[in-house]
């Protein structure tokens, strides 16, 4: 007998079919990696208490995914699989990657994952190399520009638009710099975040931060991990070792642990990849890094900052990453290290970073006012009637090191007693028979 419901179509639900409250607006966030879940998360926070928006996520294919479930799992979200959240409409998605985003049933938000637009596509994605975010190969599917809105975080940002993808700039909008509203508002916290870190009031704190890929400063640790091991006293200096979670992800914790054990076990700070690292860099007595957006970051903080490893052939030469490079001090072979962070301290002079901090955002303090204006907008939903204030990053989690792994003791073993003769008179040749 054929079954009942052979050639029925699958029945569809709702999506608010099982919801205890009804009605709501459907946000979808599209968290590719875990540097991406972090830039967003200062924009999905401000639709936190409105009871007319459900927000939902999803995990769109991407080479860097690992570590994206557990920051999610961390937040206690509702997460849709990348199929069924592709075969669903929504009223809004925000995203920060370009991946699969044409697939998106419904208006997309395309935001920076990082500052200042530095760094240049990959030779490998074939032609002319653009800028990453803003070329066609990031906005553009079948020759439509997908997102329905651009943000950007300064206005120069948008003579880069014009150059590299002409066709997005109806749908640009400049908003701001969230990462750069949070540490702004929090460098008057600086003491507080040394006191919780753990950080001694004579002690030099050394942030030493690596973007991902081969021009990084994790590409040329064997030369630069000997030197911070050696040359920085260890009763006047603390360092601390900031990795992009995206080399986390393409080597594995096992393996960057495992490489950089020896490195932990003589009081070098390994961040965790999902650690807020911008208390860290507020914290910072000295910034040493590469063409990565925490070495930019650094210029707002008023501490030097060195470079280890700039690719210029691998940057955008109109960015402020570009003019940090050619304002900062580059460290040196021939030189001690210790050496070295006292003349960048002595010729240190704030102007200069100033300006170049000034690049990154057009709109200092007013992210969170212009981006929750464009996704009300969006959502063809009136504001919250309060102001979205900026508030300082929250207090970090002191420095561990790992613990020292105990050194396997030998079991004692009983002495063996004497071979036991044979034989009728076996008893006799034992020195203890009678």
Known sequence: MASKSAGRPPVRRAPDQWATLGGCKRVLVAVHTLVYGQRLQDIFELLRSDLRIQVVFTVPPHAFNPGVHAFLRGLGAVVLPWEEAVRSEFDLALATGS????????????LPHGAGNIKLSRPADGGQRTVGGLGRGYLTWAG?????????????????LRRWCP????????????????????????????????IGEEETFVLVASTWGLGSSFNRLDALLPRLLTELPPGSHRTALLLHPNVWAGHGRWQIEAWLSEAARRRIHLIPPEADWRTLLVAADAVIGDHGSVTL????????????????????????????????????????????????????????????????????????RKVRQLLYRLLGLGEPAYEPATAPLPLPSPLQLPEPVPVPQPVPQPLPL?????????????????
């Open 144 to 160: 439509r520009v997908v997102p329905a809105a651009v943000a950007l975080a300064h206005h120069d940002d948008l003579d880069q």
């Open 297 to 368: 970051y650094g210029s707002m903080t008023g501490v030097p900052v060195l470079l280890a490893r700039f690719p210029f052939q691998d940057v955008n030469p109109h960015s402020p990453g570009a003019c940090l490079a050619r304002t900062a001090p580059a460290l040196s072979v021939g030189h001690p290290l210790a050496d070295q962070l006292a003349y960048a301290r002595e010729n240190y002079r704030p102007e200069p970073y100033a300006r170049i901090a000034d690049r990154i955002s057009s709109e200092p303090g007013r992210f969170n």
């Open 167 to 198: 066709e997005a700039l109806p749908f640009a909008e400049v908003v701001g710099d969230a990462c750069y509203d949070r540490i702004a508002a929090s460098l008057p916290q600086r003491a507080a975040y040394r006191r919780e870190l753990g």
């Open 99 to 110: 991946q699969g985003i044409e697939q998106i049933q419904g208006p997309v938000v395309r």
């Open 418 to 434: 004497p071979d036991r003769p044979a034989g009728p008179d076996a008893d006799r040749a034992l020195p203890w028979a009678g």
